[in-house]
């Protein structure tokens, strides 16, 4: 079955304590990114990654890192969190675009982070 | 960069009616403009989808209209049911770099 799968699902953290939400595809997608969504906001994209260690800063990058080292893998990093990272998080990826090829994006089934 | 703005943000209607959510793009590159339902508590998901080569597509009471020159989009839903109730959301893909953007979402609600 075609699937995004983020890991874990709930995360209750504090302040400055590291921690990583794993996110893995099986489509062989070269495409995956991380989003994050907030009360009125919307879907605000945190980073890209367009290939295997090609990662671009998407519209909210700050305290994030991200490293794409294979082409199912796409962790999300947080390496100080603050209360201000509290949020529903994202993970999708979608084929490179292409003559008659598909483009939808499959999203994961979301990581709720609260940073205390 | 791309910026995808989204009216309304929130959007009643009575069962039956017709619901209109509508979108505006800033980069006249991008060439994919999908439509995804959020559904309470779930991932978003993909309804509809429309190239920048075709004006309108439809798909059975959902339908989606493009204006390549005024740089917007359009979702309509007729017919509108309670389970049509949820968050939608457009976004906007970038030719060149196939980055995706998303509008800030329209929560309908569909009231029996």
Redesign the interface.
């Known amino acids: 079955e075609a699937q995004v799968t983020q890991n874990p699902r709930y995360l209750i953290t504090v302040t400055g304590k590291k921690l990583t939400v794993t996110c893995s595809q099986n489509m062989n997608h070269e495409y995956m990114s991380w989003y994050r969504q907030d009360p009125g906001l919307g879907l605000r994209q945190i980073y890209y990654s367009m290939n295997v260690e090609v990662t671009d800063k998407g519209d909210v990058p700050e305290g994030y890192k991200v490293s794409r080292k294979e082409k199912r893998n796409f962790p999300l990093i947080l390496e100080s969190p603050s209360p201000n990272q509290t949020s529903l998080y994202f993970c999708a990826s979608n084929p490179a675009q292409g003559r008659g090829r598909d483009t939808e994006a499959f999203f994961g089934q979301g990581t709720r982070l609260t940073v205390v | 960069?791309e910026n995808v703005e989204?009216h309304p943000?929130t959007l009643s209607v009575q069962e039956g009616d017709s619901a209109v959510i509508k979108c505006t793009y800033s980069d006249s590159a991008s060439n994919?403009f999908?439509w995804?339902k959020q559904e309470l508590g779930k991932?978003?998901?993909?309804i509809i989808?429309i190239r920048s080569n075709v004006g309108e597509k439809k798909d059975q009471r959902i339908a989606v209209t493009l204006n390549k020159t005024a740089k917007h989009f359009s979702l309509h839903i007729t017919e509108t049911q309670p389970e049509d109730s949820a968050v939608y959301?457009c976004?906007a893909?970038l030719?060149n770099?196939?980055?995706?953007?998303?509008?800030?979402?329209t929560r309908l609600t569909v009231k029996p």
Not at chain 2, 97 to 105: E, L, S, T, V, Y
């Open positions: 960069g989204q943000s994919y999908p995804y991932r978003p998901q993909l989808d959301f976004a893909l030719l770099n196939n980055d995706m953007r998303f509008g800030a979402g």
